[in-house]
């Protein structure tokens, strides 16, 4: 992989235009305020401003909007409209980017590099290839000035945020909006996500039902992303299974979701139907897609099993000091029934015993809307309240997963596949695996996080 000098990396001229582009479209959103909008209209008017905008700031609000307990529903709703896809750059702009990236020479690189690419979004393009030992790739190609973008629109987020906060003072959002930062600013970085696609490859070593995609790192640089293509269909093409399959399907995403997590501290933190797909009838899962990587400090699993346990047990003094682990600051009893609300929901499918949905007669989009409702309710008496960034990727894509889960009406003793997944749980354990699991693929600095 190059380690050449990065011209691209948070230029200030980038950013100045960036914040001007996008102030000049928020600023409907802002004279909506003025004007006494109610939060309906307000809402409509940020999501459209959003929409033209596209790039990282569109991504974010989409990524927030999956976050139940998050925004106020009026602006969750609206940003679940947006959408990722963008349309691809041409091929005079692929040149240029290729020919950075891997020199003059780049296309004799490749047996064969398909001009029009295969999928686009708001931070990058991938293209099919060919390698000259025949194999199939994906080339995962950044747009230019992405990271000048990040830090632009990052700032005009806070700015959202601190809008929201004064109209539904329920939520104190500051620590999502560090942890959101720092997991975009890792997504731009296409060697760390390389070492994240090492990371998991090794995570299903013993399982050959779970693959991910083998990265080719002579032809990957921090702004292309070159891998073997992995073919499958996506999970949407297998809602119309027998139920067996669809449950096969539904035990491989969470094997692939909770199994590092119980075992490593690791999730998949962006559970978008596209980043899944699986070979003919269904007997192997592909993870496509590693850029957003959550590694948790092991005793934030303290906590999420404690409380699991606690719930099991009812023993709420076990409960409360799992929120303690988490960093919920001046815990008492009314901001532990309203925590507690919210985990019975996500954590019921779990101490249930018994083959079931994960949640009866609720449409996929609307899972975990009426809990978050009912909690952020609660929470308005005593708010703000301060989320644990740990909390955003985590609650992200628990939501995410169940959804799938009703997608594919999956019918699973979820309780018995979580109660074997954390039989033997122990924090110092978990440590040790998850130390020499982050060691051996370059990701040490995961450890040194805060907290």
Request: proline fraction near 5%; aromatic fraction near 8%.
């Amino acid at each position: 992989m190059s380690d050449k000098p990065d011209p691209e990396r948070n230029r200030i001229t980038a950013r100045i235009g960036r914040v001007a582009t996008v102030g000049a479209n928020i600023s409907s959103a802002v004279g909506a305020r003025m004007m006494g909008a109610d939060q309906a209209a307000l809402a409509r008017a940020v999501r459209q401003a959003l929409g033209r905008s596209k790039g990282p700031l569109m991504k974010v609000a989409q990524l927030l909007s999956t976050i139940p307990d998050l925004l106020p529903q009026a602006y969750a709703e609206e940003f679940r409209k947006l959408q990722a896809h963008a349309p691809a750059m041409g091929w005079p702009f692929v040149q240029r980017r290729m020919r950075a990236e891997l020199g003059d020479d780049w296309l004799t690189k490749f047996a064969a590099f398909e001009r029009e690419a295969a999928a686009a979004a708001s931070l990058g393009q991938v293209h099919r290839a060919t390698s000259h030992d025949g194999r199939a790739l994906a080339c995962k190609l950044q747009y230019p000035d992405m990271a000048s973008a990040v830090e632009a629109d990052l700032g005009q987020l806070k700015t959202l945020l601190g809008l929201f906060k004064s109209m539904d003072g329920s939520i104190d959002s500051s620590e999502a909006i560090l942890e959101v930062g720092e997991r975009l600013r890792e997504e731009l970085d296409y060697a760390r996500e390389l070492k994240h696609m090492r990371l998991f490859a090794s995570l299903f070593a013993d399982d050959p039902r779970i693959k991910t995609p083998e990265p080719i790192e002579e032809l990957s640089t921090k702004r292309l992303l070159t891998m073997t293509w992995l073919e499958g269909r996506g999970l949407m093409h297998w809602l119309d299974e027998g139920q067996e399959t669809r449950n096969r399907i539904a035990e491989l995403l969470f094997q692939a979701w909770w199994g590092p997590m119980t075992h490593y501290g690791i999730i998949h933190g962006d559970p978008h139907l596209g980043n899944y797909a699986l070979t003919e009838n269904a007997e192997r899962l592909h993870l496509l897609d590693f850029g957003c990587v959550r590694i948790f400090p092991p005793r934030f699993l303290d906590g999420v099993v404690g409380l699991y346990r606690g719930l099991r047990a009812g023993d709420m003094d076990q409960v409360a000091h799992a929120y303690e682990i988490w960093g919920f600051k001046n815990l008492n009893a009314e901001l532990i029934d309203a925590l507690t609300m919210w985990a019975r929901f996500i954590y019921g499918p779990l101490l249930d015993d018994r083959v079931r949905t994960i949640a009866d007669d609720v449409p996929p989009a609307e899972y975990g809307r009426r809990e978050a409702m009912a909690v952020r309710k609660r929470l308005k008496t005593l708010g703000p309240v301060l989320i644990p960034r740990e909390f955003v990727f985590m609650d992200r894509a628990a939501i995410g997963l169940g959804a799938a889960f009703l997608h594919l009406r999956a019918e699973l003793n979820f309780g018995a596949m979580f109660a074997a997944s954390v039989e033997d749980f122990t924090t110092e354990s978990l440590a040790k695996r998850q130390a020499e699991a982050v060691r051996a693929v370059g990701l040490a600095d995961a450890l040194s996080e805060p907290r």
